[in-house]
């Protein structure tokens, strides 16, 4: 393998930086979109006769630009790190991976624009405008930006990308990142072509809806989550220099989530005309989930038992494990809410904007930030602009969501009793004002951080220093 | 088990299908027989608001449906009521079933069946997974024209808690200082209008629920 290393690195370094940048801007742009849409809440919203920035379009910007652009760029930012690393191999393409990443940027730039144009398709998470709809109206004729096809072709190719030197790696058995990320990369790809063409094409009303229900959840379960958890098994026993505690757990956790995850996409739809029997066993595949969860949330914990003390002085490990005592309350809720009595109260209601909060920002979001804490350094070359700043970035972003999801949970428990008891629906609206409220004040204190972490980034990468952080003498 | 092939084969490929068969495919054909109503045939049977309609705007509607108040203007209606409803997100704040538990039925109606939702309009279909606002799916009749009319202008004049937003890009020209009450709707407007209507105008007979409750005084 070393004459490859020799004539190209490892990893391409400044792609990895370029990713975690691409990733930044957009999820700076869609917390802005958050930002406002919320005010609508509060009856002030502040561009109320601009079509191009209506509630509804800015609403679409918010939840497509966090997964497309944040996300995506994030964790194949940490992918771009970690696969070279775990197999002594580079990526298969050099400068075609540039390539790549440039063509993502712009199918996000195109879904951007797209949905303020008003080009939006009707499934949820994938509003990602499609060309070629026949007979569609179009506010501006976009048909030449058929992002869904285009986000296929790119995905299969990236998926070569990622999958040669996992295949080529010498050793027969992989390590346990690798199981997610291999398996994630082929889901990803089947979970967007059935989402975004089966439903939009062959499949309407309940029989689409059926499927719809898996594409939303399946995003998160078989994109986010594989990938988001491969880069845990990576990090955490790099940074506490030590294994994880139990290959077994590891096992069981891996293949369980595999089963049981894909089986839960239905209960987005629950009480709702999909036939029963396929309702009744997302439920029990989502409680399901629940018991594989634990075994990996234990196995992380017990990794950590013996090195507490990185909980206080590394940022990284401490935005990690964060993330997983939110994760684990995510599930634990999702076992509990996904049953079909305590449906009838908190579906339709904040309760699951609370619960899809928490578990896209407050579990992959944070690793995807721990992630860029870790590495910002090492891309740059430089130590931290002011290592200060970060932990006020963790703490207003940690703050803010914790006070964010709470508030957003109760809020959901007020409109569902509120709605069982028939009270006038404007009552709903007069009940849920201060937990709006709240929910933009908790929504700026995240987004304050997010701008306060990106200066840190900015000044960092100029190399320069706070003047608090340069009166000793730099060690040579 | 920690081999490439067997994770990707059975994790990746294998447990994917077994989702897509038990999830997806049973239910399709559970219900394919359910007969499937193109746009023409949705578009046969008119709801009066949408005459209606043609009398508020004539000059209006003839120019943006110049065939008049006929199955095709109908459908045209249909059709970009859709896309708007689409593009402009409605369905992320408005449901489109109403469940039978937390007594939705005695809200908003009848509760929602797979038959209903087999056709163009529901194509894909817009369930919606957050109430915002009401369930929209029996909307058909609970409020007049003139009441969307103003409503889509501006909603806190009509409800002043309401956070929905407003939509004067389905209007033609904003009311005047002279004339506060003069709406005039464009082509979308008339659409958007149109396809709300439509909602649930397929039931038998208009349903006994908490809206025409309150409207006699019981509430």
Redesign the interface.
Known sequence: MSSQTATRPLVDEGLVKAMIIASMAWFLISLMGGFFFSL????A?PF??T?LL????V??IHTNLIAYGFLVNGLLAGLTWAIPRLTGRPLLFNRFSWLLFWVWQAIVLLTFTGLLA???????WG?TPTGFRP???N?TDMTWAPVDILVVIGFLLVSINYYTP??LSKS???YVS??YF??G???TA??YV?GNF???YF????????????F?HDLVG?FVTPMGWGLMYYFVPLILKKPIWSHGLS?IG??AL??FY??N??H??L?????M??QY??VISTIAVEVVVTTVVVNFFATIVGSGQFLRDNLPIRWFYTAMIFYFTTCLQCAVQVTLTV???I???DW??GHSHLIMFGVFGFWILGVMVHLWPKLTGNEWYNPRLNHWHFWLTAVGMFIMFWDLIIAGLIQ?YE????A???QS??SS?PFWLVRTISGTMIIVGQFIFAYNMWMTARGARSRLYVTAPQAA | MERFSTVFLIAGVAFFGVSVFVMAWMPFVHMRDIPYQPLEQVSQEMIPEFAQLAEMFPDAFKRYYPAGVTPVSYAKALRLGRDIYVAEACWHCHSQYVRPVSNESIRFGPVSVAAEYANALEFPQLFGTRRVGPDLIREHGKHTNDWHVAHFWNPPDIAPTSVMPRYPWFYEAAPTEAEPDRYVLNERGIAIITFVQWLGSWLEEYPATLYNLNAAGAR
């Open positions: 609508q809440f509060l009856q919203y109320p006769k079509e209506s509630p509804g379009r609403r679409l008003g080009h939006a398709q009707a499934l949820e509003e007979g569609a109206f506010l996992i295949i027969k058995a992989m690798l199981w291999s398996a990369f082929v889901w089947l979970t059935m089966f439903p939009e499949l309407p009303g309940a029989s689409g809806a059926a499927v719809t229900g898996l939303i078989l096992l891996f293949w595999a089963f894909p089986l996409g239905v987005h739809f009480w709702s005309p999909i036939p029997y396929a066993g997302a449906q009838k109260i579906h339709f209601t699951v904007v569902g709605w069982q008891a028939l006038p629906w404007e609206l007069i004002t």
